[in-house]
């Protein structure tokens, strides 16, 4: 299979969450041919399939066997199941997990793979995939190459990764990605119980980021823990256990990793 009229690939999204609504609409404005959408909810699968003008089905059973490249876009813990109800495919089949062998599609096809864009998706929130590094892994170097040509088809920036290194890529995200996002949602709590505005976090917010991409994270850490002072932390300590326990332990986690961190650096 050679991707230089793509129009002329047939692909199915298996799935209808936040990585399938962007991977198919991505693919279908690059020119593929989205033929199926398969989800085990029904509307979900409907709404979907009617962006990219699929069919659609809630029944694996059902699948088009007919496909050049089948992209399984499930919750990780959903993916065995969905394998076991897969026909032996003629076509590609990729998963799009971070966390997941590569090794547990090489029961439904002889060419199967990972294609995973490494970005955070929601699916209320428009998304380019332009420069986005999708890690690809392949049964054969052949089928790397159509993997490469689809991601560059659709603005990604293909990256050849192995299973065990991109465990660790995706654990990596977890930390600067969902735990980032969390502190930040604590923020907004606290503001939101003292009555004053998360807005006012913004610019603090920006320049940190800002300044962790262009001195580095660990060059740029500031803080009362990074300084040692006790004084602050004991403080800070006590006013978030007058509002919630469990905030406080995360303050003194994250305050006592930041401290052990600096100074075993420094040693």
Known sequence: ??????????????????????????????????????????????????????????????????????????????????ISQLPRLNGIVVHTSGSTSIEVLRQVSDNYGVFYPFQTFSKTRLLSLR?????????????????????????????????????WLHLSGVFSSNFVNHMLTLAQLVAEDKGFSFDLLKPLISETISKAFELAPANSQTGPAIRGDMDTIKKHVAMLSSINEEWMEVYRLLSSSIWNLENNKNQ
């Open 131 to 167: 420069d986005v590094p999708v890690c690809l892994e392949a049964s054969s170097n052949a089928v790397i190459d159509i993997l490469s040509e689809i991601a560059t088809s659709i603005g990604g920036k293909p990256i050849v990764m192995e299973s065990e290194q991109r465990r």
């Open 1 to 82: 299979m050679h991707l230089q009229k793509n129009k002329q690939v047939k692909i199915v999204q298996v799935g209808a969450g936040n990585v399938a609504s962007h991977l198919s609409k991505a693919l279908h404005s690059a020119g593929f041919d989205v033929v199926q959408i398969v989800a085990n909810t029904k509307i979900n699968a409907q709404k979907l399939s009617a962006l990219v003008n699929a069919s659609y089905t809630n029944s694996v059973s059902q699948i088009n066997q007919s496909a050049q490249l089948y992209i399984i876009s499930v919750p990780d813990s959903a993916i065995p199941s969905v």
